[in-house]
């Protein structure tokens, strides 16, 4: 038979390359990294018989062409697993496979090496000369190299006819001709598993601290406030150590259905009402409410903003006022109840009388979705670079996963924060989607088992490769009641958990500055006389407030590597279910944290720590290591094992220790690093 159309388009490929990790979903979504982190890549990678495989890690952005790979060595890790790392250096959408081969050189070098008889060793030089003389074809223009190879397959050749079988052996195994040879490898028949994508975010995206204000909070004497003082407040905001400040919508707010103070289904003549309630006859999603300022001050706070290295990052609430340009310009984007009013939002019980979702199941939905994206392009024209998203799992995932890749080839730099409190299927499938920070359900998780839990399955559960955790202690929306009970003792635990067991995290600032701690009515996690309803004088707290504890928080993140890439989390036994402890660690710079942190918010507790030395990169031989309480200045002395530990929740319920192992210097006398 001449032709047989079933036949493979290459049947000599005979390596196998399967079970590539990290993956997400096998590929459909992409794995997240961010710029300072590794990508490090594994792989079966095998061959039928007894030949010898090699593998390569390749890779190549987006913007380079389809042949333009970049490729690295993978080492065997033993049982046909492969490994290799990349350091990616430039954000955007990358690519990268696992490429294996059965390499005729290296396996008649593993051959050649177990041989004794001496016609067999002889019989393999000749081999080994016609494998020398491919290779130096294959060196090219590398001349110096295809001169070597060719000078040693003549005298493979040579040396076969009159030298010793030891001494032909010796010369096959020239460990300097394999390094020479091992550069001009036959890869023509190679196994290359599917291209998978990557996508490299700037490091904000790893690592942040994020600060919330209402703009409107911060005039004096009953003014509301503007863009220009929360210019004035840039510099605080900066000196405490945050690097991204997120406003609340700032377009004009609708005037039908207003909820007033409290959030009262009815307002009064004067109460702003709700910046979520987004649009009026001043405008939509595109403008800016008049009493902010306009777009040239917006865009000066952006300015100003950069200078103090902070990043604005705006709220988007995809859903609109009553009376909003587009209820009555695109009535076509919005569902009707069967009276043929407009469905408003609802979420039983709750009623949102002043806000219309969008339809994304209506006719128009293409008009709905350029519309939409026409948004974010808006503000990213004015220098908006980070975003954080309203009640994204209300919206299509579809619209999701085409806007935020849209943009982001646009403009690889941006930053989407999912604001999606809801079941985690659906909050992991909008981080597969692109949002490159998400929610999480931090805010009510109290005890140490409940910490346990999640941030294991957080750092290390499946979605360690693409679900970036936000933590959270309150928002506008949540005053737990953790807060509402604990105390000062209370919002120093939650800060330090929040800002050391995750790399980014963030506080609704004034409020939990002053320690707001009051519920609208008992049972309820709504602030009384919330900001989303009313002005609120005072953008900031008095000298009794947080602010200086949040500074040092900061500061200690920022010097601390440990704190900055995920993980490396690892929790520590103590004897005292109210005492929670882990450790972080660093291996690329050796940096690592111990914290302990007090849950009970009332009363002294004690306890007995068991520190592991390869929780901080110790060895089994570890001697003593010095624990510098970075919050409180003391310093101990520790050793492996048990460890006594006491915190009193009304002087400081935590300690931060960076771990500082001893040293010998060259003048025999030891000190800590």
């Known amino acids: 038979m001449d032709h047989l159309p079933d036949l493979p388009a290459e049947g000599r490929i005979r390596a196998v390359v399967s079970d590539l990790t990290p993956a997400v979903d096998g590929g459909r979504f992409a794995v997240k990294r961010s710029l300072g982190e590794t990508l490090t890549v594994e792989a079966s990678c095998f061959a039928d018989g007894h030949d010898s495989v090699l593998a390569l890690l390749c890779w190549r952005r987006d913007d380079e062409s389809a042949n333009s790979w970049h490729a690295v060595p993978m080492q065997p890790l033993g049982n046909d697993r492969w490994r290799a790392t990349l350091r990616p250096d430039r954000c955007g959408r990358w690519w990268y496979s696992v490429s294996a081969w059965v390499d005729p050189f290296r396996s008649w070098r593993s051959q050649m090496a177990r041989r004794t008889d001496d016609a067999d060793i002889r019989l393999a030089a000749l081999e080994g000369a016609s494998l020398a003389e491919a290779a130096a074809l294959r060196a090219g223009?590398?001349?110096?190299?295809?001169?070597?190879?060719?000078?040693?397959?003549?005298?493979?050749?040579?040396?076969?006819?009159?030298?010793?079988?030891?001494?032909?052996?010796?010369?096959?195994?020239?460990?300097?001709?394999?390094?020479?040879?091992?550069?001009?490898?036959?890869?023509?028949?190679?196994?290359?598993?599917?291209?998978?994508?990557?996508?490299?975010?700037?490091?904000?995206?790893?690592?942040?601290?994020?600060?919330?204000?209402?703009?409107?909070?911060?005039?004096?004497?009953?003014?509301?406030?503007?863009?220009?003082?929360?210019?004035?407040?840039?510099?605080?905001?900066?000196?405490?150590?945050?690097?991204?400040l997120y406003l609340p919508p700032v377009h004009p707010i609708g005037r039908v259905r207003r909820k007033g103070r409290n959030g009262v289904v009815v307002a009064g003549r004067d109460e702003p009402g709700s910046p979520w309630a987004i649009g009026a006859a001043e405008g939509g999603h595109t403008a800016v409410h008049p009493q902010l300022g306009t777009l040239d001050d917006f865009r000066r706070l952006v300015g100003e903003a950069e200078r103090h290295g902070v990043d604005i990052a705006l709220d988007i609430a995809l859903q609109c006022a009553p009376d909003h340009p587009w209820v009555t310009d695109c009535p076509q984007w919005f569902r009707r109840r069967p009276d043929g009013s407009v469905q408003y939002a609802e979420n039983p019980p709750k009623k949102y009388q002043d806000i219309y979702p969008?339809?994304?199941?209506?006719?128009?939905?293409?008009?709905?979705?350029?519309?939409?994206?026409?948004?974010?392009?808006?503000?990213?024209?004015?220098?908006?670079?980070?975003?954080?998203?309203?009640?994204?799992?209300?919206?299509?995932?579809?619209?999701?996963?085409?806007?935020?890749?849209?943009?982001?080839?646009?403009?690889?730099?941006l930053v989407f924060l999912s604001e999606a409190f809801t079941r985690p299927q659906v909050m992991h499938r909008l981080a597969k989607l692109g949002f490159n920070q998400s929610y999480t359900y931090f805010t009510w998780r109290n005890t140490r088992a409940e910490l346990t839990d999640y941030l294991e399955e957080l750092s290390a559960g499946p979605g360690r490769d693409y679900f970036r955790p936000n933590l959270w202690p309150n928002t506008p929306d949540i005053l737990p009641e953790y807060l509402q009970s604990g105390g000062r003792p209370a919002f120093v635990a939650r800060l330090v958990l929040a800002a050391t067991l995750g790399t980014s995290y963030g506080?609704?600032?004034?409020?939990?500055?002053?320690?707001?701690?009051?519920?609208?009515?008992?049972?309820?996690?709504?602030?009384?006389?919330?900001?989303?309803?009313?002005?609120?004088?005072?953008?900031?707290?008095?000298?009794?407030?947080?602010?200086?504890?949040?500074?040092?928080?900061?500061?200690?993140r920022r010097d601390n590597p440990a704190l900055q890439f995920p993980g490396g989390l690892r929790f520590l036994p103590v004897d005292n279910e109210q005492l929670i402890a882990f450790a972080k660690h660093d291996p690329a710079s050796g940096n690592a944290v111990v914290v302990v942190v007090n849950l009970d918010p009332h009363h002294v507790h004690t306890g007995w720590l068991e520190l592991d030395p390869a929780a901080y990169g110790g060895g089994d031989d570890e001697g003593s290591v010095q624990m510098h309480d970075l919050l409180g200045g003391e310093r101990y002395q520790w050793t492996p094992g048990r460890n006594f530990v006491r915190l009193d929740p009304q002087r400081?319920?935590?300690?931060?220790?960076?771990?500082?192992?001893?040293?010998?210097?060259?003048?025999?006398?030891?000190?800590y690093l």
């Open 141 to 244: 223009e590398a001349l110096a190299d295809r001169n070597q190879l060719l000078r040693w397959a003549e005298r493979l050749r040579n040396d076969g006819a009159h030298a010793d079988a030891p001494a032909l052996k010796a010369l096959a195994l020239d460990d300097t001709m394999a390094e020479v040879a091992a550069r001009h490898p036959d890869r023509r028949w190679p196994a290359v598993h599917p291209p998978m994508p990557l996508d490299v975010d700037r490091a904000l995206a790893r690592f942040s601290a994020w600060y919330e204000l209402f703009p409107r909070s911060l005039g004096e004497g009953g003014r509301h406030g503007r863009f220009d003082d929360v210019i004035a407040r840039l510099p605080a905001i900066a000196a405490m150590g945050f690097d991204v």
């Open 652 to 671: 400081l319920p935590a300690h931060v220790f960076q771990v500082r192992r001893r040293v010998r210097s060259e003048r025999d006398f030891d000190y």
């Open 358 to 413: 969008f339809d994304f199941e209506c006719e128009d939905w293409r008009g709905l979705w350029q519309a939409l994206a026409g948004i974010f392009r808006h503000w990213i024209a004015q220098g908006v670079k980070v975003f954080r998203v309203d009640n994204p799992h209300t919206k299509s995932f579809a619209f999701w996963e085409w806007l935020i890749g849209t943009l982001r080839r646009e403009h690889v730099d």
């Open 507 to 556: 506080i609704y600032g004034p409020a939990f500055e002053r320690m707001e701690a009051r519920p609208r009515e008992p049972g309820s996690e709504e602030y009384l006389d919330s900001e989303k309803y009313q002005l609120r004088e005072g953008g900031h707290a008095d000298g009794d407030g947080l602010a200086p504890l949040i500074t040092t928080i900061n500061r200690i």
